[in-house]
């Protein structure tokens, strides 16, 4: 487990309670650069290790979390099969801290303000580690996708598409 000076965020408090294993990963932000690619190259780390946490709703304004490779893009209508909706959009980005506790840039899948139906992307079964956001920016969580599926109550599903 990870002991540190590192401010403790909703999610590496909750992997604490839960006993699961991770370690933390700090970098620099350039508030410009945001984007999971940026953070993989910062932490010199492949993108194919690198996930993103994305919000989306549907037309009854039911939250959904993708958790997908950060060089891929969600395929929303693969997302919104997998979720047994019609319809998904992405939840907009003002609309991100008020329903999850977190913040562009920082949303981790774990430690939500609520449990939403969570999915990761097929990908994460071809790597022994993998990065998501801890629930602030610059600051990236390392676990096995066995400790990741666990932690964020995630089923893993084929999401994605190429970009």
């Given amino acids: 487990m990870a002991k540190s000076k590192i401010q403790k965020t909703n999610a590496v408090r909750l992997l604490d309670q839960q006993k699961i294993a991770y370690s933390l990963r700090e970098y620099d ?6 984007d999971g ?47 047994q909706e019609k319809k998904i959009e992405m939840l907009h980005v003002k609309d991100l801290l008020a329903n999850t506790g977190y913040i562009r840039g920082g949303c981790s ?7 939403y139906p969570t999915y990761i992307d097929a990908d994460v079964s071809a790597q022994t580690e993998v990065y998501v956001s801890a629930g602030k920016r610059g600051l990236q969580l390392c676990m096995t996708p066995d400790n990741l599926k666990k932690a964020a109550r995630a089923e893993i599903v084929d999401i994605t598409v190429e970009i």
């Fill in 37 to 83: 690619v940026t953070a993989a190259q910062e932490i010199g780390e492949p993108v194919q290790k690198v996930f993103k946490t994305l919000v989306a709703k549907s037309m009854k304004n039911q939250l959904y979390v993708f958790v997908i490779p950060v060089a891929k893009e969600l395929d929303l209508k693969k997302a919104a099969k997998v979720a």
């Fill in 109 to 115: 899948p774990i430690g939500m303000k609520k449990q």
């Fill in 29 to 34: 932000i350039n508030e410009e650069h945001l």
